[in-house]
């Protein structure tokens, strides 16, 4: 180490004998500024040195803290320098992060790489809510430590947790996260547009969510996420299952039907049977052949969250009640429509006429090419 190094650890030695507050904070900026010069060129025992002579000044300076705004100042502005040096001091930077005054910790805490997965749910699971909202900022974080900040049940550490893309959460700690959300749309939101958030969750909290936070939800949605969020608040809306399938492979289905329709098989009762088994597949297939139209145009009909659309090509293809019914209730894995919204229905069915019906088609057809 430089003379310069060897002169400031003297100093040291010197604040610590002296007990002097003010050449405590000074020494103490000092040999800061002198690892942070040439951080990265220090081994190991250099390393392990620094954290020595830091620990012990910072010892003495959190005797003062409590009553010494100085001290506090000095301490919060160390954490805030240190907590982006990948080699910073292992045991100063465990002391600060263990420290009750937030601004000292929460530098450390959000950011530095010198705390392990052990050292974070020690934290998460005795300190107050700001060191935990401090520590769900982090950019990465482990199940293990998500599990153990979301078992404190502070709204706005989820909340974080939530926002967070590089925050990992097991299927536990989802569960815990979607039951906080039926109390806060917030959190509902946040949590419901995550990738990794599992099916089976995003339809539970979308059966407790508000038609806002639906809304919101589908605002907010990533393309990829969007139909399988849309799908599943149709399938809420009325009351039963709907097949959550991400991607549906609807080739076999469309050769089946040109095959049907080759060789003169195919007709509304085909469709209607296809409809009454809930094999969606080939009725949109089916559907699509009967109006004139392409799965393209069929697919997102059956997956809006309105049932007018799909009156469409039903209409188009002049199917009675009993088959557009079937059409529509084919949608959901299990159940029925609602009465009241099975009659809404079908007043707007029987006011559209064919020929509107079909110049629509064509309609969303050209755009769809």
């Known amino acids: 180490m430089s003379t310069a190094g060897l002169s400031i650890i ?9 007990g002097s507050a003010e050449k405590g904070l000074e020494t103490a900026r000092r040999v800061t500024d002198l690892f942070l010069s040439s951080a990265g060129s220090f081994d190991d025992e250099q390393i392990a040195l620094f954290d020595d002579v830091l620990e012990r000044l910072i010892g003495t300076i959190e005797l003062r803290a409590l009553a010494d705004m100085d001290a506090r100042i000095a301490l919060a502005e160390i954490s805030a320098q240190l ?26 805490l959000q950011e530095s790489a010198r705390l392990d997965d052990g050292e974070l749910v020690k934290i998460a699971s005795g300190k107050g809510e700001p060191h935990l909202l401090a520590v769900a900022g982090r950019w990465w974080l482990k199940e293990i430590v998500t599990d153990a900040l979301l078992a404190r049940r502070y709204p706005s550490v989820s909340r974080r947790l939530a926002a967070n893309p590089g925050a ?5 700690g989802f569960a815990a996260m979607v039951g906080q959300a039926e109390a806060d749309p917030e959190l509902a939101v946040s949590v419901g547009v995550r990738v990794d958030l599992p099916s089976e969750l ?17 605002s907010r949605a990533p393309p990829h996420l969007f139909e399988e969020i849309q799908s599943a608040i149709a399938a809420v809306t009325v009351g039963v299952d ?21 060789t003169g098989q195919l007709d509304e009762a085909t469709l209607l049977g296809f409809a009454t088994q809930r094999r969606y597949e080939e009725t949109a297939a089916a559907l699509a052949a009967l109006s004139g139209s392409t799965v393209e145009v069929i697919r997102p009909l059956m997956q809006s969250l309105r049932d007018d659309g799909l009156l469409v090509p039903c209409k188009a293809a002049q199917l009675s009640w009993e088959t557009t019914t079937a059409v529509l ?8 429509m609602k009465p009241a919204d099975l009659a809404r229905a079908q007043g707007n069915y029987a006011r559209m006429t064919a020929e509107n019906a079909r110049r629509t088609l064509r309609f969303w057809q050209v755009r769809a090419s």
Not at 11 to 18: F, K, Q, T
Not at 168 to 172: T, Y
Not at 329 to 336: E, I, N, V, Y
Request: proline share 5%.
């Open 10 to 18: 003297d100093e040291v030695e010197s604040a610590i004998r002296l």
């Open 83 to 108: 907590a982006p040096i990948a080699q910073a001091p292992p045991s100063v930077i465990r002391r600060l992060a263990s420290n009750d005054e937030i601004r000292i910790a929460g530098p450390v």
């Open 168 to 172: 990992r959460v097991s299927g536990n």
């Open 202 to 218: 995003r339809r539970r909290l979308l059966r407790s969510a508000s038609d806002a936070v639906r809304a919101r939800l589908l």
């Open 242 to 262: 709907r097949e959550m399938s991400g991607v549906r492979d609807f080739e076999g289905a469309k050769r089946a039907v040109a095959m049907l329709k080759a």
């Open 329 to 336: 209730q084919c949608r959901f894995a299990t159940g029925a």
